[in-house]
């Protein structure tokens, strides 16, 4: 089934979630998604929606606004937002939809929901602070092109400060250390 | 003025893109910016931003926590790093309940958030302590025979009311930086949007019509050359440009240079001191308009 299809599916009392809305707009960013009322300033202007036929800022807004948690979460458009912030900086009611956006996929990805390239980021800064492997003829070219040596960083540390974080804690040690 | 930073290169330039790296630290150090290199490192978080918001605070606290204890400003190359470092700093510095629990985190290790060092992007640096008027006295070669295009990308302006810099719908400043060279900046359309490459990975398809839709733009105009100032555009245009051409059948051959590598070009170094062999599209036309053959 196509994401068009999914989020035009219609729509089940028993699949809201009432609470939904509050839930988020008490989280960092979400604060102010009751404001929105549908203009679709965002999806006019949004880069991402204007090459792809499913993705919708203003509808993911309107879900979330209904409480339809399960579909929302489970939806692989919302993770194709480029975080331009656009729409962020033109909606006129002052909605941070690029926020809300990063809300909802920070619970989609508490769920367990995370595409691979997140899980191989978390897993190489865990393990060398950089978000990705860097090749070692890199690090030693390095020298031939001038450059000073790499700062060195502390895994231990990292690991340390990251302890408790529940993404970290989950899916986050799930990645690949391998070189992309 | 003399000025001093700590320099924060991020992950994806000494992942891929040395050329950036290489030319910003020749240009810097000709026009007066001294470089201290960090005294340690992790990613400045903003990558796992998507996934988890508090990873993203623990790690770019992190980072400022450590600036913090060396007395020096941040200069980063890579407007990503900025943008989150500088929201990080202003988050904390405002929320005092968010900020004992991300120190909460750091404790550990010895380290404290303050919120006692600013983060600036190059631009940024270049602008508002080294100044127009010292770079176009630093120019030794104008480079006036170039029409050139900007992509100043996303981060160093949005969203515009956590990082205050410019004016996100029609920003001047690379503009002006550019003209300070003697090159011609030129308009096109959609100057401000996003090159596609925080798609990649996720739908590459949507990334490359994106980066496409910027060149369509970008030639239509007859730009030489597409200046960019963050690693990620860079590697979107640079490396994709001719996987874009064979994939939608057009024919662009518009080199990509950072901003740093347009200035050394003016400031009198080559384009073997400036890493342009580095580059992946031929900058041999362009270097030929320069010396003024056709
Ligand atoms: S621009 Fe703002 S108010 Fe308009 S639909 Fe989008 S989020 Fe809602
Ligand atoms: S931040 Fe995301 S939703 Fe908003 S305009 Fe950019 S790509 Fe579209």
Redesign the interface.
């Known amino acids: 089934m196509t994401e068009t299809s999914t989020s035009r599916k219609p729509i089940k009392a028993s699949e809201i979630d009432p609470k939904f809305k509050y839930e988020l707009s008490r989280m960092?960013?979400g604060e102010k998604l009751l404001r929105c009322f549908q203009c679709g300033t965002c999806t006019s202007d949004c880069?991402?929606a204007?090459?792809?036929d499913a993705?919708r800022p203003r509808r993911i807004i309107r879900m979330a606004q209904l409480g339809l948690k399960e579909r929302v979460l489970n939806s692989e458009t919302l993770?194709?937002?480029?975080?331009?912030?656009?729409c962020?900086?033109r909606c006129p009611q002052g909605v941070?939809v690029?926020s809300v956006i990063?809300?909802l996929?920070?619970l989609a990805?508490e769920k367990g929901i995370?595409?691979q390239?997140?899980k191989d980021?978390?897993a190489c800064?865990l393990d060398s602070?950089?978000?990705?492997k860097?090749p070692e003829l890199?690090?030693k070219?390095?020298v031939t092109?001038?450059?000073?040596?790499?700062?060195?960083?502390?895994p231990e540390?990292?690991c340390?400060?990251?302890?408790?974080?529940?993404?970290?804690e989950t899916?986050?040690k799930e990645g690949e250390k391998s070189e992309q | 003025m003399s000025s001093k930073y700590l320099i924060f290169?991020g992950?994806?330039i000494?992942?891929?893109v040395?050329s950036y790296?290489?030319s910003a630290?020749k240009v810097l150090a000709k026009l007066g910016v001294e470089l201290v290199?960090?005294?340690?490192?992790?990613?400045c978080g903003l990558?796992?931003?998507?996934?988890?918001?508090?990873?993203m605070l623990?790690?770019a606290a992190?980072n400022l926590a450590l600036a913090e204890q060396t007395g020096l400003n941040i200069l980063t190359l890579c407007p990503g790093c900025a943008g989150t470092l500088k929201k990080v700093n202003k988050?904390l510095k405002e929320d005092k309940a968010?900020r004992e629990q991300i120190n909460g985190?750091?404790k550990?290790?010895g380290?404290e958030f303050k919120g006692t060092v600013e983060t600036k992007h190059i631009v940024q640096v270049l602008t508002e302590d080294v100044g127009l008027e010292k770079i176009k006295e630093a120019v030794v070669n104008p480079l006036t025979m170039l029409k050139v295009a900007e992509h100043v990308g996303?981060?160093l302006l949005?969203?515009?009311d956590i990082i205050g810099f410019d004016e996100?719908?029609d920003p001047q400043t690379l503009k002006k930086l550019i003209e300070a060279t003697g090159a011609t900046c030129l308009d096109y359309v959609d100057e401000?949007?996003?090159c596609?490459?925080?798609?990649v990975?996720?739908?590459d398809?949507?990334a490359l019509?994106?980066a496409r839709?910027k060149f369509n733009h970008v030639k239509a105009v007859e730009a030489q050359a597409l200046i960019t100032i963050c690693p990620f555009c860079h590697i979107m245009f640079d490396t994709n440009e001719l996987r874009i051409e064979r994939m939608f059948s057009e024919t662009y051959g518009i080199p990509v240079l950072h901003y740093p590598q347009l200035l050394g070009l003016a400031m009198g170094m080559t384009p073997e001191e400036l890493?342009f062999n580095e580059l992946r599209v031929d900058t041999s036309k362009m270097l030929q308009v320069l010396k003024g053959v056709n």
Not at chain 1, 160 to 168: D, E, Q, S
């Open positions: 960092p960013g880069p991402v204007r090459f792809s993705y993770w194709l937002c480029a975080a331009c912030f656009t962020t900086d941070e690029a990063r809300v996929r920070n990805a995370v595409p390239v997140f980021q978390a800064i602070g950089y978000a990705y860097i890199r690090i070219k390095r092109l001038g450059l000073p040596p790499l700062p060195t960083s502390n540390s990292i340390k400060a990251l302890k408790g974080v529940k993404f970290i899916t986050g | 290169l992950c994806a000494p992942y891929r040395a790296e290489i630290r290199e960090m005294p340690e490192f992790n990613c990558p796992l931003d998507p996934v988890s918001h508090e990873t623990i790690l992190r988050i968010l985190h750091l550990e290790s380290l996303c981060h949005r969203p515009r996100p719908e401000t949007e996003c596609g490459a925080p798609s990975g996720v739908s398809k949507v019509q994106l839709d890493a």
